[in-house]
């Protein structure tokens, strides 16, 4: 193979008149007009001047020219960094300098905007509209409908995906085509996916769960998809019956209890609904099965390991855990302190190891070093224990993370902006429960001596820096934080005060 990712994913579907996308407006993408299209757009970006291995950043509204961006990406060997359309002028700014990124696409809305971003860097910048216009369209005008596939290996660099961290900015993943591939690959043949599948998805496609696993193991398999731009409850309700599958976050499926339309009426042609990205409560399980007579799949997984674990297709799909550890990826328990493996049914941090397992951080050589072990073993930062039949039970983490409907919110991220605000002292941000993100952000503040705060005024400050996800939706002000003898911010008390 010439380029295993391309060719596996894409090339396979090459002259086929099968969907490949069904489109909320009712009309049809089959596979070889989406290829055609990634075609014509890798064109554009050869022309363009970008060589194999360069990087492109794209913060673009969901679509089939989306899709077809990240296709025409792998065909013509460039590293794909997709990114949150939430994402502010701030944000965006660190990630497409840090990358290096040789060409930005954007909405049209945004480009005036980053386009002296994209100069300051030496980047080209080029628009996708949510309707598929722009200038990137446009230049596909005129160029050829099929594209000379440039050769990659499996150890070549296929995405960047930035996560943050509990130190410092965020990391940029490196993921090569073996990660992607090999665990598409794993999870289709462990889900039983095949070319009649119609995976509903709703997923932003900025992310893993949207673009590596739901969009890869359709692609794998050769299946369909129901391409939504979002989740929007009466339009899932309204494609359900005419759907095979679903991905999607928790939120996903509390919403769907929510609403009395759905029951198992609606899903009588489904054969799985997977979640992912959050813990999904045991409570949410039970109902769904009682509702649909569904037992939702629940899987677990990493920006920088794609999926590790997941429950069994066929078997018992256990509520509370996450199953086991997928074909070809080994998953042990060690002790948070000294590293070493604990023994069977012991809570320790989960770290795994595989070909999923990402090559390291973008020129963070000792940030590398201290997740990713000399022998491949990754330290995810959960805590877990695996139970007698070999189940892996997700029961905390060992980091500082917020996840609020399936976004992943560092808190110091949030505290950093809080604290430089003025009359602030300083802040902790915490996770507390909420019945339909799972959790949303809570910050509490101290104020400095004789200062009055104006939280309104920390709010409209913090929204220009950071992605609405990641906003407080409620400030505090306390006279000081709880502290431990070492002096460390007690968050565990902080949450339980607000719960
Ligand atoms: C939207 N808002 C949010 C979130 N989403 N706030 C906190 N957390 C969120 N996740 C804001 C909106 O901007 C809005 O702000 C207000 O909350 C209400 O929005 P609403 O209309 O209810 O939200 P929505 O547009 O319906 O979106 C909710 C959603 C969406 C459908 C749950 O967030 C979503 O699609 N989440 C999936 C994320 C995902 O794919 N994660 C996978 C990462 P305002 O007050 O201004 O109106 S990959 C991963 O984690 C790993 C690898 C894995 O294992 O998969
Ligand atoms: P991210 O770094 O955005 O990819 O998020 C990965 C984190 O999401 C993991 O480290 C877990 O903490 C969490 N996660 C993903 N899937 C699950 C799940 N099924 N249950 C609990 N947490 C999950």
């Known amino acids: 193979m010439t380029n295993p990712l391309y060719d596996t994913l894409f090339g396979a579907h090459a002259g086929k008149t099968t969907p490949f996308l069904y489109l909320p407006d009712g009309s049809m993408l089959t596979h070889d007009a989406f290829l055609q299209m990634a075609a014509r757009i890798a064109h554009v970006l050869t022309v363009a001047g970008l060589q194999p291995g360069d990087r492109l950043a794209a913060q673009v509204v969901k679509s089939p ?3 077809a961006l990240y296709a025409a ?6 590293v794909f960094l997709p990114l949150n359309t939430a994402y502010t002028m701030d944000e965006l700014t660190y990630f497409i300098e840090n990358s290096g990124a040789r060409m ?17 860097n030496g980047a080209q910048l080029l628009t996708l509209n949510a309707d598929g216009s722009g200038s990137l369209m446009d230049q596909t005008a005129g160029q050829p409908d099929t594209y000379p596939t440039v050769a990659r290996s499996r150890d070549d660099l296929a995405a960047f995906l930035y996560t943050s961290g509990t130190t410092g900015r965020s990391k940029g993943a490196m993921l090569t085509q073996e990660n992607l591939l090999s665990n598409a690959q794993t999870l289709a043949e462990y889900w039983r996916f095949d070319a009649d599948d119609v995976l509903l998805n709703a997923l932003p496609i900025f992310h893993t769960h949207g673009l590596f696993v739901a969009t890869n193991v359709t692609l794998v398999a050769g299946g369909a998809m129901i391409f939504l731009p979002k989740f929007d409850l009466d339009v899932i309700i309204d494609k359900l019956p005419v759907a095979t599958a679903m991905m999607g976050v928790p939120t996903f499926y509390t919403r769907l209890l929510g609403d009395d339309r759905f029951g198992a009426v609606l899903v009588r042609g489904m054969r799985v609904f997977i979640s992912g990205s959050a813990p999904l409560l045991a409570e949410t ?19 920088e390991t794609n999926m590790n674990t997941s429950n069994p297709y066929v078997g018992e799909r256990r509520a509370g855990t996450v199953g086991f550890p997928l074909p070809g990826v ?5 002790d948070p302190k000294t590293g070493a493996d604990l ?17 390291g951080y973008w020129q963070m050589p000792e940030k590398t070093a201290e997740e990713l072990r000399q022998d491949g073993f990754f330290i995810t930062g959960d805590l877990g224990r695996i139970d007698v039949d070999g189940y892996v039970h997700i029961v905390g983490r060992n980091k500082d993370l917020i996840i609020s409907g ?4 560092y808190p110091k991220e949030v505290e950093e902006v809080l604290d430089d605000q003025p009359g602030v002292l300083e802040s902790a941000v915490i996770g507390v429960p909420d019945a339909d993100f799972g959790e949303v952000v809570l910050g509490v503040l101290v104020a400095e001596k004789e200062a009055t705060l104006n939280t309104d005024a920390i709010l409209a400050a913090v929204q220009a820096k950071l992605a609405r996800f990641k906003h407080p939706r409620r400030l505090i002000v306390v006279d000081a934080l709880p502290r431990n003898t070492m002096g460390k911010v007690q968050k565990n008390v902080l949450r339980e005060r607000y719960d």
Do not use: S, W
């Open 104 to 120: 930005v696409v954007c909405d049209g809305q945004g480009a005036e905007g980053l386009q002296p971003v994209a100069d300051a």
């Open 406 to 409: 399936g976004y992943n919110i």
């Open 285 to 303: 399980h039970v109902q769904f099965e009682a509702r649909t007579g569904h037992r939702i799949l629940e899987r677990y997984g990493m920006t």
């Open 73 to 78: 990406c792998t065909q013509a060997g460039l």
């Open 343 to 359: 023994p069977q049914g012991d809570i320790g941090v989960m770290e795994v190891r595989g070909p999923n397992v990402f090559k």
């Open 330 to 334: 080994e998953l042990k328990i060690t």
């Open 65 to 67: 020219q989306a899709l």
